[in-house]
């Protein structure tokens, strides 16, 4: 058994902390533990939607679409995501909202991994 070793799935996992399954939120000494990136697995049913826009953002994202089709809206313009594996990157300073257009199932990867910053409830 090695303890640098973490095997799961993300669908389950996912469930635990909004969807998080690595970053700075997990316990030290857990293999998703990271001060460098977050990574989630969002499931998003038709009409879900980001309660509030995204103001301030510290970080760098890539969302990509797994299944679905999903809206995220930035500063001027709206990116729709259609066909799997379709992604949006938005950089620092960038702030978004999100509204899932079908039932919807997509990656997002964050980074740095913000301590204070970038809690499980963050969308």
Request: without cysteine; hydrophobic residues 35%.
């Given at each position: 058994?090695?303890d640098s070793v973490y095997v799961g799935n993300a669908g389950k996992d996912a469930t635990?902390?909004?969807?998080?399954?690595?970053?700075?939120?997990?316990?030290?000494?857990?293999?998703?533990?990271?001060?460098?990136?977050?990574?989630?697995?969002?499931?998003?049913?038709?009409?879900?939607?980001?309660?509030?826009?995204?103001?301030?953002?510290?970080?760098?994202?890539?969302?990509?679409?797994?299944?679905?089709?999903?809206?995220v809206e930035l500063p001027g313009r709206s990116v729709v995501l259609a066909e799997e594996?379709?992604?949006?990157?938005?950089?620092?300073?960038?702030?978004?909202?999100?509204?899932?257009?079908?039932?919807?199932?997509?990656?997002?990867?964050?980074?740095?991994?913000?301590?204070?910053?970038?809690?499980?409830?963050?969308?």
């Open positions: 058994m090695n635990l902390d909004r969807g998080w399954l690595l970053g700075h939120f997990k316990n030290a000494g857990d293999p998703r533990h990271s001060d460098s990136v977050e990574i989630k697995w969002g499931v998003h049913p038709r009409g879900d939607e980001r309660p509030r826009w995204v103001r301030g953002e510290e970080r760098t994202a890539l969302l990509v679409l797994i299944r679905g089709r999903f809206r594996g379709d992604y949006v990157v938005w950089g620092r300073g960038v702030g978004h909202s999100w509204f899932a257009e079908e039932e919807s199932v997509v990656l997002t990867v964050r980074w740095p991994s913000v301590p204070g910053y970038a809690e499980p409830t963050d969308g």
